[in-house]
């Protein structure tokens, strides 16, 4: 395909190359979100007592949303396209904690006298990170549906970490960036395409595209080229568009707190394993502790339902006790509602010496779509994860964490190799990245990739992440069996 053929391509298809649309869009998800919030403290208050406070008087505090909007720019919550979620969930709550603080604080110096109206605000500030993230992951579902939603981005390199990258664009829209070209020299795709996006094979043709098509970000995933060559590259091709970005080669390093160190001249990555320090270890503890508590004891009387309804539809104890690896190798009994027959192992048995095909998912995976050992109530318990609560135990005996690597049998040491140990530094999680991710529809490679981002990335804002969109995996139960 020629630069001429491509505009025709392009102009057919792509309309916006900014990101001026993704911006109002978030702007109008979060303003939406703040007046959501209020409303919520209002409600909640008016709920209570309904003559301390009018429900409907929370319209009137609109003029205080510049403020939230004015905070959220200074904490780079603008444009937000790309922005490693728990980073967002982290400035979202201290945006909040500053504008809802202000807030709670004039009114006092005013009023000399906490009111139901500065207890409505406090309620608000409670829920606003919540209601921030949900207006902000919906208004980004509605706008990748749209041709403005997507942002078009140029590929420099066609090598498997180029592919990969694109890949990962193309799956999830509301990453915000559309590859539309590759621009590669030496593209090893064997035809002029990679997913339906064009390959010029003309790495200077940057310039070019910048002043017919108006695009403005190029994406660099080419590890393959020597330091001469890419320093051409981005001198006189890339340095063309308005924003750029560079993907390494090192993709074991997945570390979103590296920071730039400057050694007289050359320049090196720096990163803390935040997991390794023990105040963080004391953090995700005091956040284990009090979330199983306080948790536990509201959602106590729906787990005795539970429980009762375990043991009425299926023969045999409540609770199943199933030996794990956990930290540093050690082995424990992670606690679940059981949701199998009593002779589950003799049926296990049975289907994997007369069934090949069975026994290929099983050693893959260690899982069966469809398995008959499950009863009709532990199908249901499995589909909404509801089966594993009873890990509470194991998080109040330290034996696991809220969020953490999943859980494994003996069998599956060997598929994680020479990742098991550093892994399984860490105690186990009941969630994890791979399981808000996809759950049981992912493999062994994408959960090492998962759980080694998680490591290296990892504060009690990813923790609070995690459970957050837990939460919707559950209510969605997309991956489950």
């Known amino acids: 395909m020629t630069l001429d053929e491509f505009e025709v391509w392009y102009k057919k298809r792509f309309r916006a190359t900014t990101s001026a649309y993704n911006i109002a869009a978030v702007i109008i998800a979060d303003l939406v979100g703040v007046m959501l919030s209020f409303g919520t403290g209002f409600f909640l208050v008016n709920l209570y007592d309904m003559g301390a406070i009018s429900f409907r008087s929370f319209i009137t505090y609109w003029p205080y949303l510049p403020v939230f909007i004015i905070v959220f720019q200074l904490l780079s919550l603008y444009p937000g396209i790309a922005l490693a979620p728990a980073e967002e969930m982290r400035h979202f709550a201290i945006g909040c904690a500053i504008s809802f603080g202000g807030i709670i604080f004039s009114r006092y110096i005013e009023d000399k006298e906490f009111d139901a109206i500065t207890a409505a605000f406090f309620i608000s500030f409670i829920f606003s990170t919540f209601i921030l993230l949900v207006c902000r992951s919906i208004m980004r579902g509605l706008l990748s549906a749209t041709k403005l939603g997507g942002i078009p981005a140029v590929i420099y390199g066609s090598g498997g970490l180029a592919r990969m990258l694109i890949d990962k664009l193309l799956k999830d829209r509301t990453l915000s960036y559309v590859p539309v070209v590759i621009l590669d020299d030496h593209a090893v795709i064997d035809n002029d395409e990679y997913r339906g996006i064009p390959v010029l094979h003309d790495t200077s043709l940057g310039p070019a595209l910048v002043k017919r098509l108006g695009l403005k970000m190029a994406m660099v995933a080419a590890p393959e080229l020597s330091e001469q060559a890419l ?176 859980p494994i049998v003996d069998d599956e040491i060997k598929k994680y190799g020479d990742n098991f140990k550093r892994i399984f530094s860490v105690k186990p999680g009941i969630s994890g990245l791979w399981q808000v991710s996809g759950r049981s529809d992912t493999d062994y490679f994408d959960r090492v990739s998962f759980d080694t981002y998680y490591l290296q990335s990892w504060s009690i804002w990813l923790d609070l992440w995690v459970l957050y969109k837990t939460i919707g995996v559950v209510f969605g139960r997309k991956g489950a069996y």
């Open 231 to 406: 320093s051409a590259l981005l001198i006189h091709s890339v340095s063309a568009f308005r924003y750029n970005v560079l993907l390494p080669s090192f993709l074991n390093v997945t570390n979103i707190w590296m920071n730039i160190r400057d050694f007289n001249g050359m320049l090196g990555f720096a990163s803390t394993n935040h997991l390794q320090l023990w105040w963080n270890r004391m953090y995700k503890r005091a956040l284990d502790l009090f979330a199983v508590i306080v948790g536990g004891l509201i959602i106590l009387p729906f787990l005795l339902v539970i429980a009762l309804l375990v043991r009425i539809t299926s023969p045999g104890p409540v609770l199943y006790g199933h030996s794990r690896i956990g930290q540093n190798g050690n082995v424990f009994k992670a606690f679940k509602f059981r949701t199998m027959a009593k002779n589950a192992e003799e049926i296990l048995k049975q289907l994997l010496d007369s069934d090949p095909l069975i026994r290929k998912e099983w050693d893959e995976n260690h899982k069966i779509k469809n398995d008959p050992r499950i009863t009709t109530f532990g199908k249901f318990l499995r589909k909404t994860s509801l089966d594993e609560f009873p890990q509470l135990i194991n998080v109040l005996k330290g034996e696991m964490s809220l969020v953490g690597p999943r």
